[in-house]
């Protein structure tokens, strides 16, 4: 299966400051990918890079089969952007601003009328389809700007910070709706929210300073792990028995109460062997475990792991 996005060893300056520096990686077809890092990172950069309205300043990237620098103008046929911010014209109705981005598009006759309609259906807008573009609500906005860019049926969906400003129920149907798009469409996504991220990709990259520090923040082995396990017992009893155990690195009881079994989070240093011996250190201590099962990693202690190395590396 070819990917929709390779990039290798993407570079931005922007005078003497990076901006981007040595990035590289590949994006298959139907993944959601979200681009996580502080603001300052270089998500938009790189966004704009892909989208055709950057050029790099080293290394190359293809999308969609085109060469984002060589094959502009048919590159960005198969992209459909989404900036921060996007810009709607508040003097058109939904409609008529739907028609003419079409129209900018390339699509020409009737096919104009079919995308609006599938777009509009799509992304529900056909009770605002008459209003002017700028008595929407935000939510309805964004709503608008996704539409406008899903009218070609693109290859390559691109949305920075698709849910920046909106209120929670908004936030909600805009996540909703992009999780909707998993598989039929390829999308890349930009966000510095976490939670939000961690709800919607399928796969996370990190970045600080412009450098990727990884493709695939859940999916590589972290330095770190976490144990959940429910174990009769008091806690102060589990803390002695586990006390001998190398490897842990903190204990903490889960909400719920004082009722037995309880259950506790240990999060510890990853190396062969340590749930077994959680396992063996609580039978010898004769506090019966009733599960004992290994989390999935959590994004943000992921994150601040990555994120930490640099600093700590040039402190």
């Known amino acids: 299966m070819t990917a929709v ?28 990918i979200g681009l996580l890092g502080p603001n300052g990172s270089g998500k938009s950069t790189i966004f704009r890079i892909l989208t055709g309205y950057l050029a790099p300043s080293s290394g190359t990237a293809i999308v969609a089969g085109f060469d ?26 939904v409609a008529e601003f739907l028609r003419f981005m079409a129209e900018v598009k390339g699509l020409r006759g009737a096919a104009i009328g079919r995308a609006v309609a599938a777009a509009a259906s799509r992304l529900e807008l056909d009770r605002v389809m008459a209003m002017p573009a700028g008595k929407l609500s935000r939510g309805f906005r964004q709503r608008v700007a996704i539409a406008q860019a899903l009218l070609t049926e693109p290859k390559l969906l691109v949305l920075d910070e698709p ?32 939670t939000e991220i961690e709800k919607i990709a399928t796969r996370t990259m990190i970045l600080l300073d412009g450098r990727l520090l990884t493709a695939d923040a859940l999916g ?11 174990v009769a017992g008091g806690e102060g009893a ?22 037995e079994p309880r259950s506790y989070v240990l999060d510890g240093k990853r190396r062969a062997g340590l749930a077994a011996d959680v396992a063996t250190a609580l039978a010898a201590a004769g506090l019966p475990v009733s599960a004992l099962v290994e989390a999935p990693p959590d994004l943000e202690q992921v994150f601040l792991d990555l994120t930490r190395r640099p600093i700590a590396a040039t402190a």
Do not use: C, N
């Open 5 to 32: 996005v390779v990039a290798e060893r993407l570079s931005k300056w922007y005078g003497r400051r990076r901006a981007v520096a040595d990035v590289s990686f590949s994006v298959e077809p139907g993944e959601v």
């Open 68 to 93: 984002v620098v060589a094959q502009s103008l048919a590159m960005r046929r198969e992209v459909g952007y989404v900036p921060e911010d996007a810009p709607i014209y508040d003097h058109m109705r």
């Open 163 to 194: 849910t920046s400003g909106l209120d929670p129920h908004q936030v909600i149907a805009v996540r909703e709706l992009i999780k909707s798009l998993a598989g039929a469409q390829t999308v890349l996504l930009a966000s510095h929210v976490l």
């Open 220 to 230: 590589a082995a972290p330095d770190s792990l976490r144990l959940k396990l429910r």
């Open 238 to 259: 589990l803390r002695a028995a586990l006390r001998g155990v190398s490897g842990i690195t903190a204990i903490a009881a889960e909400p719920g109460g004082e009722d």
